[in-house]
């Protein structure tokens, strides 16, 4: 005859065993715990239920989170809190918190960061990035070249229609350093390819050093340049930052 307490026992390892084998692992981990807390303090059933399964969201938003990071290939861990405002030239408080909301992901809306090395573009690009991410966002972050680098690389192998999948997937792809290396013409086509699948469904942040007037000079092709200026500023915010090099500054 089976006792009380055998049954007990058999009914919490069947209670494990069901987490385990749904793959909660977090829940089945924190069972004994839940359920010793919830016979001290008179949990209610759906109590106890609550807070075992908040155990198990809490980590599975974690390891998105995580996973959301480890994809978005951000360079630093740099954020829009560390930006240092006071000793920036161009930007506004307001509009940077405001970028910081990511509503202007909600309207595909591009954002342009405009200005010489080392006034902070990069740090404002990789803090949006943070942002969207924290928010729950796709994002990917590349260099102008390393992007026009995988495109031909790419073609070449026959994988164009992957690529341009995989760079028109991210709710927000950052682009990063256009202007400072010369790009080949293929370069530029690549480049104008993004941006257009991109149009009015997605967002893209760009950081140059090159006014827009010069994307001709950059991209060796004013049309191509002219074509990808008319894309990318027809729903845009347009940041010029200014002063000295910070790392100059610090060196």
Known sequence: MTTPAKTAASVYQQLRGHLTDLKLADAAEALP?????ATAEGWTLTHTLERLLAIEVTATDARRLTGRFRFANLP???TLDDFDLDSASGID????????TCR???TATNVLLIGPPGVGKTHIATGLGHAAVTAGYRVYFTSAADLAARCHRAAIEGKWATMM???AGPTLLIIDELGYLPLPGEAASALFQVINQR???TSIVLTTNRPVGAWGE?????TVAAAMLDRLLHRSVVI???GASYRLCES
Do not use: N, P
Request: aromatic fraction near 12%.
């Open 93 to 100: 408080r307001s509009l940077l918190t405001e970028l910081g």
């Open 218 to 222: 950059i991209l060796g092709d004013t």
């Open 104 to 106: 202007y992901l909600e």
């Open 76 to 78: 630093t861990g740099a």
């Open 165 to 167: 999948r995989f760079f």
């Open 199 to 201: 149009y009015l469904k």
């Open 33 to 37: 715990a839940v359920l010793d807390q």
């Open 240 to 242: 010029t930052l200014d």
